[in-house]
């Protein structure tokens, strides 16, 4: 549990710093994951943003994503990041000011584990709330 609250605060410092609209090319295979990483994104539905077609693609690679969105909710950000073997999600509900960890599994394909809920900070909130009305036109 100790190393999934480190990745949690290793992540989130480094995805803080980076950008939350990205842009894909279809055309270039490998794209979209390479655009993701080390992102914050948005997690719209409709209509769809980048984020949730991110969560939607790693829900059918790594489907306890979808029991635990299933039964939570969708997030209003996902951050997503990866080193050697392992991908790291966060999930971020602004209403509720908590965020969820999660990496996979090593030897499990398909398998993640999941910590938290963690508490978001009031910089934090500040931050991807700002970058939500951004993206909503400041409504």
């Given at each position: 549990?100790?190393?999934?609250?480190?990745?949690?605060?290793?992540?989130?410092?480094?995805?803080?710093?980076?950008?939350?609209?990205?842009?894909?090319?279809?055309?270039?295979?490998?794209?979209?994951?390479?655009a993701a990483?080390?992102?914050?994104?948005?997690?719209?539905?409709?209509?769809?943003?980048?984020?949730?077609?991110?969560?939607?693609?790693?829900?059918?690679?790594?489907?306890?994503?979808?029991?635990?969105?299933?039964?939570?909710?969708?997030?209003?950000?996902?951050a997503e990041?990866?080193?050697?073997?392992?991908?790291?999600?966060?999930?971020?509900?602004?209403?509720?000011?908590?965020?969820?960890?999660?990496?996979?599994?090593?030897?499990?394909?398909?398998?993640?584990?999941?910590?938290?809920?963690?508490?978001?900070?009031?910089?934090?909130?500040?931050?991807?709330?700002?970058?939500?009305?951004?993206?909503?036109?400041?409504?």
């Open positions: 549990m100790k190393i999934l609250e480190t990745a949690l605060v290793t992540i989130i410092g480094s995805l803080l710093m980076s950008s939350c609209g990205v842009v894909s090319s279809p055309l270039l295979p490998g794209s979209e994951a390479a990483k080390n992102q914050i994104m948005l997690v719209r539905q409709n209509p769809p943003s980048f984020g949730f077609q991110r969560l939607s693609t790693q829900a059918r690679s790594y489907p306890d994503i979808s029991v635990f969105t299933d039964g939570r909710g969708i997030p209003d950000f996902l990041t990866g080193r050697s073997e392992r991908r790291y999600f966060i999930f971020y509900y602004l209403t509720d000011r908590e965020a969820y960890a999660c990496r996979t599994r090593i030897g499990n394909r398909g398998a993640v584990e999941f910590a938290g809920p963690y508490p978001i900070t009031k910089n934090e909130y500040k931050l991807l709330d700002d970058l939500r009305r951004a993206a909503e036109g400041g409504r």
